[in-house]
């Protein structure tokens, strides 16, 4: 393979395993995030009961969509401000978020970036997500491994992956670098949101995961 200078990766799937899926998959499955809403309720004192305050999110996340955006994504503290409001909308945001997909490193994950951090290649992040993703990496993968100018989050381009958005944009710095599309490699599970944006974006692309391109993240060290 080409010798890379930076690595981008995807979270969900890749670095840290998530369980029950992302926003859109666990807002479906109403029943899997009964007890959260119970538990949430019950530390921040909400007085709405917590089938209420299910149904109140659910609304707030569909109006919170933007129209005429192909994939938009929202700002989750922001719905727990609207249905929430005596309660800090970060910190009820991240309890939640706790209770209802609790998150583990994926095997590997932790000891890959490591190794790459210490090769010298710049890693950065491209992922659908929200802002807690940063403490939940921070918390799990470790500090100081993913560069704050090359992490680029759903929740704060306002449209999430397939979109090119956050793909073009990290192109954009790392070529203010002197970093070429071709000397950046990016991992991630899902086909269609991460290698085919990658790809179209000039960035070399693995797919991780049964029937991927690697099936064991330590697997990326071999490959460079």
């Given amino acids: 393979m ?22 859109d998959s666990l807002v479906r499955r109403e029943n899997e995030l009964r007890a959260a809403f119970e538990q949430t309720a019950r530390e921040f004192h909400l007085d709405p009961p917590a089938e ?5 999110f659910l609304t707030a996340i569909a109006a919170h969509r933007p129209d005429g955006v192909a994939h938009p994504e929202i700002r989750i503290e922001e719905v727990w401000q ?3 409001p005596h309660a800090p909308p970060r910190e009820i945001a991240l309890y939640f978020e706790r209770q209802a997909n609790p998150k583990q490193p994926m095997p590997g994950a932790r000891t890959t970036t490591l190794a790459l951090r210490e090769r010298g290649l710049r ?9 807690y993703t940063r403490i939940e990496l921070s918390e799990l993968i470790g500090d100081n491994i993913f560069d704050p100018a090359l992490t680029f989050l759903s929740c704060d381009l306002g449209v999430a992956k397939p979109d090119l958005a ?6 954009q710095i790392l ?26 974006t ?23």
């Fill in 2 to 23: 080409e010798k890379f200078r930076a690595i981008l990766w995807d979270v969900y799937g890749t670095l840290l395993a998530a369980p029950r899926g992302d926003l």
């Fill in 52 to 56: 209420q305050l299910h149904r109140n």
């Fill in 123 to 131: 890693q950065g992040i491209i992922s659908n997500a929200q802002f």
């Fill in 82 to 84: 609207e249905i929430a």
């Fill in 175 to 200: 070529a203010r670098d002197g970093i070429a599309p071709a000397e950046c490699l990016f991992v991630g599970d899902s086909p269609v949101n991460d290698i085919a944006p990658a790809r179209q």
């Fill in 202 to 224: 000039g960035f070399h692309a693995l797919l991780f995961g049964p029937g991927g391109d690697i099936q064991q993240l330590p697997q990326v060290l071999e490959l460079l």
């Fill in 166 to 171: 956050a793909f073009q944009r990290a192109a």
